[in-house]
């Protein structure tokens, strides 16, 4: 049985510029929601975006 792919970009596939952690691109951050993002990620939090809004 083969399975269907996910729908998840996996990171091999994710865009250069992505944030693991929110919808936007890394270069759309200031430095302090890069921080956030960035913590967010690597203390696997449930918590939201922190970046400015456009």
């Keep these: 049985m083969v399975s269907a792919p996910s729908a ?3 990171d091999e596939h994710a865009p250069a510029d992505a944030c693991g952690n929110c919808p ?3 270069s759309a951050h200031d430095t302090i929601s890069l921080r ?3 913590a967010t990620q690597a203390g696997d939090l449930p918590r939201g975006c922190a970046c400015p809004s456009s």
């Design 24 to 26: 936007h691109p890394l």
């Design 8 to 10: 998840t970009p996996t």
């Design 36 to 38: 956030f993002c960035r």
